[in-house]
Nanobody, 117 residues
Framework: QVPLVESGGGLVQAGGSLRLSCAASGIIFSIYHMGWYRQTPGKQRELVGTITSGSSTNYADSVKGRFTISRDNAKNTVYLQMNSLKSEDTAVYYC???????????WGQGTQVTVSS
C-alpha cells in the first residue's frame, strides 16, 4: 500500500489557483522531509519544492513567489498552494517523502494539474 496519496488536482484557467494535498499513512510523518515534483510527457521529473521535517522550505526558481509548501504534522499532510498558475505549470504532480536520517523514501501516485490559457 502506497503511504502517500495526492489530491486536489484538476483543470484551472491561467492566473487561477489550486491547492494540492498529500496525505501520508503508515509512516512517522514528522520525521520525513517532504517534496513536490512534477512531470510532463517526455520530460524528466523535476523538483517543485521541498519542506524539511523542521518546516524549512525550498523552491524551484520557476515557482518562487507563486507556490507555497506547508505541512500539518497533526494531519500527516503536506500541501502545495499554487497561485498565478501558468500553462507551463501543467503536469502530473507527485508527492515525495524522504526519511530524515535513512534512505527510505516514498512516492505518491501523482495528480494531474492542467492550466488552460
Amino acid at each position: 500500500q502506497v503511504p502517500l496519496v495526492e489530491s486536489g488536482g484538476g483543470l484551472v484557467q491561467a492566473g487561477g489557483s489550486l491547492r494540492l494535498s498529500c496525505a501520508a499513512s503508515g509512516i512517522i510523518f514528522s520525521i520525513y522531509h517532504m517534496g513536490w515534483y512534477r512531470q510532463t510527457p517526455g520530460k524528466q521529473r523535476e523538483l517543485v519544492g521541498t519542506i524539511t521535517s523542521g518546516s524549512s522550505t525550498n523552491y524551484a526558481d520557476s515557482v518562487k513567489g507563486r507556490f507555497t509548501i506547508s505541512r500539518d504534522n497533526a494531519k500527516n499532510t503536506v500541501y502545495l498552494q499554487m497561485n498565478s498558475l501558468k500553462s507551463e505549470d501543467t503536469a502530473v504532480y507527485y508527492c515525495h517523502a524522504q526519511h530524515s536520517y535513512d534512505r527510505v523514501h516514498y512516492w505518491g501516485q501523482g495528480t494531474q494539474v492542467t492550466v488552460s490559457s
